[in-house]
């Protein structure tokens, strides 16, 4: 019988994923327990309840980008009359700044832990892992071990950051896990990685005035749309951002005047420079190792730690995974939530909705942003062929950029259509401020099954960013020049 259980539903890991699951479970009658624990970062970092988004990811990045996008504001309002006295003397106070944002991740960290109480879901400060199918255990901060049994068990333990196998790089690197809470500002900085948090975190250290170098071993955001993503790493680099490109770090070492970095250039030479600062964004590592799925069958995909599921369900009927920790799913905050979600209206409401993963609008805060939603150029030559796909592109200037006379050389946009009857969009693409502001709703058309002559009919609202996607004309194929005429 149900009975024989303590708990409904188990979840490991109390993250974006792990939490919507275990709320919405409770929700709907459900006795549930959430297992959540933080293993300290190598350099001794830590934090609360929330999982990465709240803690390391999402919303301390977004603050830190909004610091930076003000530092630039401050200068922007001069242009506009504000009385600014001593402009040339601005500068982040970096104490100032991961003080705010700590305090705020504590708050939420708090309203998380209040919430959980409410919805009657047990919350369990423990590493947990399989003793057997229907059997977790938990090591807690003590030592000592909570075992629990569930009749349903979700896993939803996410990621960590991943070091380099070159010498000294545990030792004098840092990730995403400690940047947000360094006590010391970070200095001169090398980051090492360009896919999209190593790209965010460089915006906006740059932005707030610290010299700063990404290092890209191949290409720039691998998996979006190469053009946009080279428009993107070209602001940076205007901005002031350094790259290194086709060089791979091989040794960080700690030296009186800083981190001494080695690495290998594209010419198969060493070169060499000293840092204050050394971030690594290569990629997460998914954390089932912990987690002794063989005392449950549970199978794992061998090349990245991940689990493969279909609907959200691992190859052991009761046992379920969401979030980061699914193998080629978008890794995303609300792509977690939802599918949390919905699992538990299917496990306890007699749902049928299943997660639909295609289609997720995402967006790179760097300095100057890219929202996107739906296929890349690249992909969609792949996937319908060059001859069967129009791309419409333009070149935009924002009305408000023209006063401060900011740069808008790469405000650019285009949209992928069909080239059948229908001209239905397949995917959106927008480089400016607030892109993901600007794309959010467009999501919702493409959901809707968007043509392009449903775009074209639809009337804007000026003086936006966002109207330019609506007023986009000119073709790739046309070889028109998509700069503004004026
Ligand atoms: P997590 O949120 O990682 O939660 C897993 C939890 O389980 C953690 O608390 C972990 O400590 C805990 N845990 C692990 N193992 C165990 C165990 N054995 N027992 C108990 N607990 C365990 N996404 C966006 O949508 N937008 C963004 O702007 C964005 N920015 C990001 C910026 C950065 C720097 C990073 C790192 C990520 C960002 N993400 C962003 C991604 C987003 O944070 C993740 O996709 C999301 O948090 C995944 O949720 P999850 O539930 O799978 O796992
Ligand atoms: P990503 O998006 O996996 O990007 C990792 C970046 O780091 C990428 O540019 C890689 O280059 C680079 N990389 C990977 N390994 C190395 C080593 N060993 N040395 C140097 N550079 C390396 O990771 P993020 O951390 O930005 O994001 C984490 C996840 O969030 C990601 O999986 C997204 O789906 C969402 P490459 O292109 O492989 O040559």
Same mark, same amino acid.
């Given at each position: 019988s149900e009975e024989q259980y303590m708990y409904d539903l188990v979840v490991l890991g109390g993250g974006s994923g792990g939490l919507a699951a275990a709320k919405q479970a409770a929700e709907l009658g459900a006795r549930v327990a959430v297992f959540d624990y933080v293993t300290p970062s190598p350099k001794g970092t830590k934090w609360g309840l929330g999982g990465t988004c709240v803690n390391v990811g999402c919303i301390p990045k977004k603050l830190m980008h909004q610091a930076a996008l003000l530092g630039e504001a401050v200068h922007e309002a001069a242009a506009f009359g504000w009385v600014i006295p001593d402009i040339k003397s601005v500068q982040i106070n970096w104490e100032a700044?991961?003080?705010?944002?700590?305090?705020?991740?504590?708050?939420v960290n708090w309203v998380t832990?209040?919430?959980?109480?409410?919805?009657?879901?047990?919350?369990?400060?423990?590493?947990?892992?399989?003793?057997?199918?229907?059997t977790i255990g938990g090591i807690m901060k003590n030592g000592e071990e909570?075992?629990?049994t569930a009749k349903n068990i979700l896993i939803a333990v996410g990621g960590r950051p991943k070091y380099p196998d070159i010498p000294g790089a545990i030792e004098n690197g840092i990730t995403s896990d400690d940047i947000f809470s360094l006590s010391q500002p970070p200095g001169k900085t090398l980051i090492v990685g360009a896919g999209y948090i190593g790209l965010e975190c460089a915006g906006f250290l740059n932005g707030l005035g610290y010299n700063t170098t990404v290092m890209v071993r191949s290409i720039i955001l691998r998996g979006f749309d190469q053009q946009m993503a080279n428009i993107i790493a070209e602001e940076m680099e205007q901005r002031g951002v350094h790259f290194i490109y086709q060089a791979k770090p091989k040794l960080i070492k700690k030296e009186a005047d800083g981190i001494l970095v080695h690495w290998v250039d594209k010419l198969g030479q060493v070169q060499k420079d000293v840092y204050d600062t050394v971030l690594f964004a290569i990629g997460r590592r998914a954390l089932t190792k912990d987690l002794k799925l063989e005392n449950a069958g549970v199978i794992c995909i061998p090349d990245d730690d991940k689990i493969d599921a279909v609907d959200e369900q691992t190859n052991v009927p009761?046992?379920?995974?969401?979030?980061?920790?699914?193998?080629?799913?978008?890794?995303?905050?609300?792509?977690?939530i939802h599918a949390g979600k919905l699992l538990?209206?299917?496990?306890? =409401? %007699?749902?049928?909705?299943?997660? /639909?993963?295609?289609? $997720?609008?995402?967006?790179?805060?760097?300095?100057?942003?890219?929202?996107?939603?739906?296929?890349?150029?690249?992909? =969609? %030559?792949?996937?319908?062929?060059? /001859?069967?796909?129009? $791309?419409?592109h333009a070149y935009y200037k924002p009305t408000e950029f023209f006063i401060p006379q900011k740069d808008n050389s790469h405000c650019y946009l285009k949209v992928v259509t069909l080239r059948n009857n229908d001209q239905k969009v397949i995917g959106m693409h927008f480089i400016g401020p607030n892109a993901g502001e600007v794309i959010q709703g467009f999501a919702t058309a493409i959901k809707s099954n968007l043509t392009f002559p449903i775009l074209k009919s639809t009337v804007g609202i000026h003086p936006t960013s966002a109207e330019e996607l609506i007023r986009v004309f000119i073709t790739k194929r046309s070889k028109m020049d998509p700069k503004p005429q004026s």
């Open positions: 700044l991961s003080v705010a944002v700590q305090n705020h991740i504590k708050s832990r209040v919430d959980l109480k409410n919805k009657k879901v047990e919350y369990i400060n423990a590493l947990g892992y399989f003793k057997d199918p229907h909570n075992v629990v009761h046992i379920y995974a969401v979030g980061d920790i699914l193998h080629k799913k978008p890794e995303l905050t609300p792509v977690a538990s209206k299917r496990l306890f =409401a %007699n749902s049928s909705e299943t997660m /639909d993963y295609t289609n $997720i609008a995402t967006t790179v805060f760097s300095p100057l942003e890219y929202g996107c939603v739906g296929l890349s150029e690249e992909q =969609a %030559n792949i996937i319908y062929g060059e /001859d069967n796909i129009e $791309i419409y």
